[in-house]
């Protein structure tokens, strides 16, 4: 499998718009992989995760055509990670796929509310909604995938396990160390990761006063448990990924050394892991 990161950003982006701070102005000044959209990643070229405002963005950047997607993850419904609005243009007239054209979105019941609480019935010729739930695989093209329960801050975000039957990947992004319901579900269910990447929303700090996010302390605590319960082994990848300008020492140049000594490789937009 490929995992190919298109926006690797929290919801502010990365420098962060209006914003003045100490990190943004650094990022601004260093460029390249100090610089971070969006989230969003792609699984072998065709499996889209989340749908956020810079989606466009990223299909001009990286040369990928979105009539060639037909499937489309959601973790959970902030902006940064779901921007229906921009599904509008499924309505007759704007755009022009091919008559068999369908994009069919999967998440929880937040997702559908939301896509239908923004977008006339119109759209439906080429946009469809499946509700997917919680600890139950279902079949995405050649995938199996599973929703597991986030710990994050809207009514049902889930992280998903994504299987093509050879290797496996844990997408945990937006979450906190997870719910014990996932952890038990995974156990139960024989889960193995090749491939973990992991939300570290506030870069190097060792905990936060908050929950529902992860920084490179709890990442430690998460990857620890994982190795524990044998959901992962010392040849699994684990990327560290969605910083927020907020985050400490979350510049691309200042976290990556950090978070290698720690053991996990730091995500970069246009970054590709092949496992
Ligand atoms: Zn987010
Ligand atoms: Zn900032
Ligand atoms: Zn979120």
Known sequence: MKLKYLGTA???GYPAMFCNCE???KAFARGGKNIR????AIVDDNLLLDFPCDTYLHALHYGINLHDIRHLLITHVH???LYPVDLIYFKPGFTHPAEDYMLTVYGSEDVANTIWGVLPESVKKHLTVQTVEPFKPFTVGKYTVTALKAYHGTDNPYIYAIS????????AHDTDIFREETWEYMKSAGLHFDLVTMDCTEGAEEDLSYHGHMCLGRNIACKQR??????IDE?????LNHFSHNGKASNYEDFEPIAKENGFETSFDGMEIAF
């Open 226 to 231: 994982l190795l524990d319960e044998n959901l």
């Open 235 to 239: 040849k699994t990848v684990v990327v």
């Open 23 to 25: 990190n943004c102005k």
């Open 164 to 171: 093509d039957g050879q290797k496996t990947m844990l997408y």
């Open 37 to 40: 959209s969006r989230s969003q």
């Open 79 to 81: 902006r940064d990670h």
């Open 10 to 12: 929290a919801a502010e």
